[in-house]
């Protein structure tokens, strides 16, 4: 039986998912949460009843695995390939995960917000079959909705000058590590490697060849000033994934 991936197309943990599954070779399908409509749903299926049911999530048989690390790991016993977890480094992958995590949902809260500012991010968040028309009228309940997506994830949208201040903090220590250790975090191709990488999705999202996305929606994900700022960074995530993106089929 081939694994489900309940995820967001644009979600940097579903990415990290993917990639993982990727990298090892396995076979899955993909489903598309769609935030709010989905949200019942979705905590039916994780089975939690307080707190926020996110994606992505992995449906392999009888297992329902719900966080990207721990997809990644199952990737790991399952699949083949090189270890993206190498033997007695466990706790440095875990650092890189968590330098990663704090980072982008900062990212994530600076992308929510130019979202709400631009009705053009707004209709391309809907579900693509929509006519445009259709999204056009929608505006209005699609922003609550992405008001409630903040809510849910705690994001505090009144100031977002902290969120940038937590971002360059993100990336200065992934800049400090690859300056000790480059082109690898750990020396070779890891899954922290992978973590710092989806990271840099909240400063200007990979290129359409590895996550096509609608015009107004990438320039939301895109903060320029950041981007200039940490070109070096952008330069190695793009080389990172030349080298080590491949799609399973």
């Known amino acids: 039986m081939v694994a489900t991936l309940v995820q967001l197309d644009i979600s940097p943990w579903s990415e990290r998912a993917r990639w993982a599954f990727d990298h090892h070779g396995l076979a899955y399908t993909t489903v598309e949460h769609v935030p709010v409509i989905g949200e019942r749903k979705l905590r039916r299926l994780v089975g939690r009843r307080d707190g926020p049911a996110t994606v992505p ?10 966080d990207s690390w721990d997809i990644a790991r199952h990737a790991e016993r399952i699949g083949s390939g090189a270890p993206l977890f190498p033997e007695g480094r466990l706790d440095e992958v875990r650092r890189w995960n968590d330098v990663a995590d704090a980072a ?12 709400l500012r631009d009705p053009a991010a707004l209709d391309e968040s809907m579900p693509p079959q929509m006519p445009g028309w259709v999204r056009r009228l929608l505006r209005p309940i699609n922003r609550q909705a992405m008001r409630w997506f903040a809510r849910k994830y705690g994001l505090s949208l009144a100031d977002l000058a ?21 082109p690898y975090l750990l020396g070779s191709f890891s899954y922290a490697d992978i973590a710092a990488a989806t990271l840099l999705q909240g400063v200007q999202p990979v290129a359409d060849e590895y996550l096509p996305l609608g015009p107004a929606t990438r320039a939301g994900w895109t903060q320029p000033a950041l981007a200039r700022e940490y070109a070096d960074l952008l330069k190695w995530r793009d080389e990172l994934y030349r080298k080590h993106r491949r799609r399973s089929t």
């Open 57 to 66: 999530v992995l449906i392999d048989g009888d297992a329902v695995i719900a």
């Open 104 to 115: 982008m949902r900062s990212g994530r809260a600076l992308a929510v917000a130019a979202t």
């Open 162 to 182: 902290p969120h940038e201040a937590r971002q360059r903090e993100g990336f200065d220590a992934l800049r400090a590590g690859l300056t000790a250790s480059a």
